[in-house]
């Protein structure tokens, strides 16, 4: 899923300041086994040939010749996030480390993932991101975390697929796990501006005038456990969801209507969200029946009234 460039405008309008490293203490002088000092990209149109610029426990990172030396902001940023993600939503392939690939406005300024049961990116979670201007941080640095929340929506619990991309899209999921990671590597100032910010965003689905981030995360995050909630979903989709056999994992079998989406973030915070849901997005017919169709669906999928 590529990064919309849109957001470009947003995050200068967010007047983040300078960028700084989330926190210093956090890598550990064992940076582990020492990767490969040459990669050579071989997934969707890539094909160049990448350098070994970093490494550590959680992250490897690669550059291409349109990235210097000088671009080191990076490197802790993406280690505390994914250190950070593999804390509240668990392990996410075998290889405990991510992937990141800086590329110097090769592809325009677009992120993409690669998930690690795909054979295309060597069975690596990797975050593949193009910016022409790396000294301007306010693209890709939510840029990148954007990159990290498709990895965890694709590949949490062992089961690849993102059944709630229906309903979210490319993404609405984004606005709070980008918030949860500011907030949680102590970003006060980033998470601020970016909770200001989406406050007012609206946007047409799953119905017009949408506010998911006001009407929907924010009430259910704040209420029922903050990342415990955001989570918990993911839980109950590998424990619930259809799946079918993908190698030794599994893959879901398809997406998720807006109902049922509905019930497993009810089952996710414990309480009936169809009033929130009606806030946030209206409450139609269709949705009224996709939502007592998948009550009966999915009974285990529990909470109160």
Known sequence: MKFNQYILGLCLALT????KKSNDNN????KGPKPDSIWKEHWLEHTQTLTLAYYDQEVVVYKDAGVG??????YQLMSDTWKYAKKVYGKMGDDPRLYVVLHGGTYGNVGQPQYYPDASGEHRNIVDFSAGNWNNFVFPEPGMIHEVCHIVESVTNQVKGSPAFEVWGDS???DIFVYDVYKNLGMKDKAA???NFYLDDAVTYPSKGSHWFRDWWMPIYSKYGEAQVLNKFFVLLSQHFPKVPLGKEQEYSRRMNLGEYIHFMSGAAGVNLKAQATIAFGWSAECDQQFKQARLDFPNVKYTE
Not at 27 to 30: K, N, T, Y
């Open 69 to 74: 030396p000088a671009i080191a902001w990076p």
């Open 16 to 19: 983040f300041g300078a960028c």
């Open 27 to 30: 890598v550990s002088a064992d």
């Open 172 to 174: 609405k999921w984004q």
């Open 193 to 195: 501006a970016w909770y």
